[in-house]
C-alpha cells in the first residue's frame, strides 16, 4: 500500500529540472560568474598595478592631486567588465529580487573568506617555511602571507561596504531610468547605473582598504588622500571609458539571452523584473 501511495504523493509536487528551465539555468550561470567575480576580486584586489609599465609603454607622467608616475590601478579593477555586464543582465530579467539575493550570497561568501584568512594568518607556521623562499628575496614567508592577505582583509571589509552602497545605488537608479525610459534605451540605464554606482564604490573601498583601515589596524602604511584622490579618479575615469566602449556588448548579450528564452518568455521577465514590486 505504501508502494502504491508515493507516486500518487509525488504527484503533488512540481519537479523543476534546473539543468531543462532555461530561466533558472541563466540565473545560475549568471549568479556563478557574479559571485565569483566578487570573490577574486578580493584577493587579487590588493594589488597595485602600473598600465603604462604593465603594457610596456612610455610612462604618461600625469599629475594628479599631487601625484605624478604612471597610471595605477588596483588588480580588482580588471574584473569590472565582468561586473558591469552582469549586473545590468540580471537587473534586466531578475529585477531587484534577483540583485538583491546575488548580493546577500556574496556578501555572505566574502565574510566566511575572511573568516577563514583571519584563521590561517594565525595559523603557527612551520620552520622551513617561512624561510624557502629566501633566495627568491622573501626572507619570512609569514609575514609576506600576513602583510598581503591581511591588507586583503581590510579590502574584503572596504568591499563589503561598497559592494552593498553601490548595489543599492545601481539597483535604484537602474530601475528610476527604466521607468522613466520603459523597454527603450538600453544604453543610458545600463551605463547611467554603472557610472553613479561605480562612483560611490571606487572610493570607499580605496578609503577603507588602504587609508582608514591601516591607519585602525596599523599592520601596513596608510594611503596619503592625495594618493588616494589619484588613485580613486584614475580607476573611476577607466571604469567610466569601460562603460562606454562595453554598451555595445551589453546588446549583445540582451540578443543572445532573448533568442536562448524565446522572445515572448525574455518579454515576459523584463516585464515582471521592472515592477518594482517583485
Known amino acids: 500500500m505504501q508502494q502504491e ?3 500518487n504523493n509525488a504527484s503533488k509536487f512540481k519537479i523543476l529540472d534546473v539543468l531543462e528551465h532555461r530561466p533558472t539555468f541563466l540565473f545560475v550561470i549568471l549568479g556563478g560568474f557574479f559571485v565569483a567575480n566578487a570573490l577574486v576580486a578580493e584577493f587579487i584586489g590588493v594589488k597595485i598595478f ?3 609599465d604593465t603594457m610596456g609603454w612610455e610612462r604618461f607622467n600625469f599629475n594628479l592631486f599631487g601625484q605624478s608616475g604612471a597610471l595605477q590601478f588596483s588588480a580588482g579593477v580588471l574584473l569590472w567588465p565582468i561586473v558591469f555586464v552582469m549586473t545590468d543582465v540580471i537587473n534586466e530579467y531578475y529585477g531587484k529580487r534577483g540583485i538583491r539575493l546575488l548580493s546577500f ?3 555572505g561568501l566574502i565574510t566566511y573568506a575572511f573568516f577563514m584568512i583571519f584563521a590561517a594568518i594565525q595559523l603557527a607556521p612551520a620552520d622551513w617555511w617561512v624561510e624557502q623562499n629566501t633566495n627568491k628575496g622573501v626572507p619570512d614567508m609569514q609575514d609576506a602571507f600576513s602583510v598581503i592577505l591581511g591588507q586583503g582583509l581590510l579590502i574584503i571589509v572596504g568591499s563589503l561596504v561598497a559592494f552593498l552602497i ?3 545605488v545601481d539597483v535604484v ?3 528610476q531610468i527604466k521607468e522613466a525610459t520603459g523597454e527603450k534605451m538600453i544604453w543610458l540605464r545600463a551605463t547611467g547605473s554603472t557610472l553613479i554606482s561605480q562612483l560611490v564604490d571606487s572610493f570607499v573601498v580605496l578609503a577603507i582598504a588602504f587609508k582608514f583601515g591601516p591607519e585602525l ?3 601596513v602604511e596608510p594611503w596619503s588622500w592625495s594618493q588616494l584622490l589619484a588613485v580613486g579618479t584614475v580607476q573611476y575615469a577607466y571604469k567610466f571609458m569601460m562603460a562606454i566602449v ?4 551589453i546588446y549583445l548579450a540582451h540578443y543572445v539571452i532573448d533568442n536562448y528564452l524565446g522572445q515572448e518568455r525574455a518579454a515576459a ?3 515582471r523584473a521592472g515592477s518594482w514590486d517583485n
Open 5 to 7: 501511495s508515493e507516486p
Open 50 to 52: 602600473a598600465l603604462e
Open 105 to 107: 550570497l556574496a556578501v
Open 166 to 168: 553601490a548595489q543599492l
Open 173 to 175: 537608479s537602474f530601475h
Open 217 to 219: 589596524v596599523g599592520n
Open 246 to 249: 562595453l554598451t555595445p556588448l
Open 269 to 271: 521577465m523584463k516585464a
